[in-house]
């Protein structure tokens, strides 16, 4: 097998309990990378045509990449695809933590799991083996009672875990895959699909690995950190996203308030600078990184404890579980985040769902009748953990929100769905596309959703600064105005979500700042090919485009390319309320740009003529 890889991808049919192992060959890895890329191939060719995704005709992909595992900053990552309970079509999501490198450590690359079992049961992978336990007294545990639980069985605690909690169990259609009680596979609904195969967890531990082809390239990247931490000492400060600009992001309209309505907040209450000054007791990390950006924060009272093991909010809980509900106490905030990561519930699906109930509940579409008693209202963190618990165990109207924003709403009624903020089912993340325009295209035509991490952050674009200069060696030399929709901005878009989308092939961190030669490096030292920028955004561009016929196959077109309604409101309140109005006429040019840089028709069809260039015809007919 070629450097970079175990050759080996473990597949586990959980119905007949068959354990097998599949052996990809060069020119599949080549074309395909590893992590998205080998998840997207594998549902177009084997997930059946328009089955439920709960039915056991579903399969789950926990897919690492060549460069996974190896002693370099952002390279303890995986992804895992599957058919998605929210949206019903093509589901991915990305991870950190210690898994994936203990996974490749354990002898593989990725794992396929078919069926479902006849009771609850886990995956214990280690060194080359695989083998199916029973998990029947782990049922309805905490994701920190199944890790203590399994270490202890095993009788090693450095066993690392993808697991589920209640949520998951309960199938809640945004309920996530935890590991290290700290880390999320959040987006799509695939702690869903694990609860409803009846597996608990995958739990691995190895001592080997792969060889690389170049492994003091690695140490090449260590010393380009330590000579450049200036570019992400903020991250060691105050964690991921923007916890220490929530200030800034009030005035242009970008920070998420009360259901994305609002317009002014008492941000700093509950900012980066704050957590760290209060509740914060330290960070954490990822397997061989030095930006340490995971928060740890610790709540001691008489009414209210949250366990610093489940480490503490970043940006997109802060938001999600802060402004987004108007809640202005970090101490519920930080309970809320210990509960999605305790039940395993997507944090920014689970805030925005809580939000769209509040702002039900204030309209009177739903009443105290509905929600037990509890009087949701913004800002409230007392009954937002209340209804957080509720869901996880699909208790009362906990029931009903676990279905996401989308299902929700329809089941509701009474126009419910004008307070639903998701794109395909997927709840929107903590960046407001009226003051991002080509964030907002992105979040349109993701396949899977609202999401952004795979996408284009304008205002990162509009000055000639550390993110504009990464991508010149692809011929982007000037910025960009942030509330503008041209061809050349959806040209740079193309490459932005490309980056994000290469990152999950190569199945490594987004935030370690490396540029685009970097990436390239890496891909060279793990495998010892000769590629190229060309070569590997040519992937990205097949996976992109199997992703986008693996949802026309299941029912989507371009009619689901779009945003909520209140995205060409303006704010209510605030400095933003005068901001420039963001037009649904943007936002559908944006997209027929992007369809014709991508080779898709009109319609958002790849044409005949980009399956071909893409050597994936076969995808036009899977069967």
Same mark, same amino acid.
């Given at each position: ?42 549902? #177009? ?13 579903? !399969? #789950? ?7 996974? $595992?190896?002693?370099?900053? $952002? ?14 079509? +093509? ?73 589920? $909690? ?27 699909? #694990? ?11 190895? !001592? ?42 009030? %005035? ?8 994305? *309505? ?24 990822? =397997? ?88 949701? *209202? ?64 992105? +979040? ?44 050349? !901005? #959806?040209?740079?878009? *193309? =490459? ?68 909520? !309604? *209140? ?7 605030? %400095? ?5 109005? +963001? ?24 044409? %005949? ?12 007919? %899977?069967?």
């Amino acid at each position: 097998m070629v450097s970079g890889y175990n050759g080996k991808l473990l597949r586990v049919n959980l119905t007949d309990r068959k354990i097998s192992v599949d052996n990809p060959d060069e020119d599949f890895c080549r074309k395909y990378i590893g992590g998205a890329g080998f998840s997207t191939y594998f549902m #177009m060719k084997e997930i059946k045509p328009g089955i439920d995704p709960f039915s056991p005709e579903n !399969k #789950m992909f926990f897919m690492a990449g060549p460069c996974t $595992g190896y002693p370099f900053s $952002g390279s303890g990552r995986h992804s895992i695809g599957c058919k998605s309970p929210e949206t019903f079509g +093509y589901a991915k999501s990305e991870s950190g933590g210690f898994w994936g490198a203990e996974l490749r450590h354990a002898g593989f690359d990725g794992i396929i799991v078919e069926g479902r079992a006849d009771k609850p049961v886990y995956l214990w992978v280690h060194d080359g083996e695989a083998e199916i336990k029973d998990a029947s007294h782990l049922w309805g545990k905490t994701t920190k009672e199944t890790q203590e639980t399994i270490r202890n069985e095993i009788g090693d605690q450095r066993i690392r875990m993808v697991m589920i $909690g209640p949520g998951g169990e309960n199938m809640v259609r945004f309920a996530c895959v935890i590991n290290d009680l700290k880390e999320a596979a959040g987006r799509g609904g695939t702690g869903a699909i #694990m609860g409803s195969k009846n597996l608990k967890a995958i739990a691995t531990r190895g !001592k080997g690995g792969p060889q690389a082809a170049k492994p003091e390239y690695f140490g090449e990247l260590r010393n380009f950190l330590q000579d450049n931490q200036p570019l992400w000492q903020s991250f060691k400060d105050y964690g991921t996203g923007a916890p220490a600009m929530m200030a800034s992001m009030i %005035p242009v309209g970008n920070m998420p308030i009360r259901n994305f *309505r609002d317009g002014d907040f008492p941000v700093a209450k509950i900012d980066g600078g704050t957590l760290k000054s209060t509740i914060g007791i330290g960070m954490d990390g990822c =397997y061989a990184c030095v930006l340490r950006c995971k928060k740890v924060v610790k709540v001691d009272e008489p009414n209210l404890q949250v366990d610093p093991e489940y480490g503490g909010p970043e940006y997109e809980t802060l938001a999600s579980m802060g402004s987004t509900c108007g809640v202005e106490d970090l101490r519920y905030i930080s309970k809320a985040n210990e509960l999605c990561g305790a039940y395993s519930l997507d944090t920014i699906a689970c805030g925005v769902t809580v939000a769209f109930a509040m702002e039900l509940y204030e309209n009177g579409i739903i009443t105290r009748g509905d929600t037990g008693g509890i009087d949701l *209202r913004f800002g409230d963190g007392e009954a937002m953990v209340q209804v957080i618990d509720m869901i996880a165990r699909r208790k009362g109207i906990g029931n009903i929100l676990a279905e996401g924003t989308k299902l929700a709403a329809e089941k509701i009624g009474l126009n419910a769905e004008q307070f639903a903020m998701n794109v395909k089912g997927v709840e929107v993340p903590m960046h407001d596309p009226r003051a991002k325009f080509a964030l907002g295209v992105g +979040y349109a035509i993701n396949p899977h959703g609202a999401d952004h991490c795979m996408n284009m952050h304008d205002t990162a674009f509009s000055a000639v600064n550390p993110a504009l200069l990464r991508f010149r060696p692809l011929g982007f030399w000037e910025p960009v105005p942030t509330y503008e929709i041209t061809p050349k !901005k #959806m040209e740079l878009f *193309r =490459y932005t979500q490309g980056l994000s989308c290469l990152c999950d092939h190569l199945v490594v961190c987004q935030f370690p700042p490396y540029n685009l030669n970097q990436y390239e490096g890496m891909l060279r030292a793990a495998t010892g090919w000769d590629t190229s920028l060309v070569e590997m955004f040519k992937v990205t561009q097949r996976t992109l485009t199997l992703a986008r016929m693996y949802n026309l196959r299941e029912g989507h077109s371009a009619a689901d390319d779009k945003l909520p !309604k *209140r995205f060409f409101q303006q704010h209510v309140g605030g %400095p933003s309320a005068n901001t420039p109005p +963001y037009k649904e006429e943007e936002v559908k040019k944006g997209i027929r740009y992007y369809y014709r840089i991508m080779g898709w028709d009109e319609d958002g069809v790849p044409t %005949p003529e980009t399956l071909d260039i893409l050597d994936i015809s076969w995808a036009a007919n %899977p069967a």
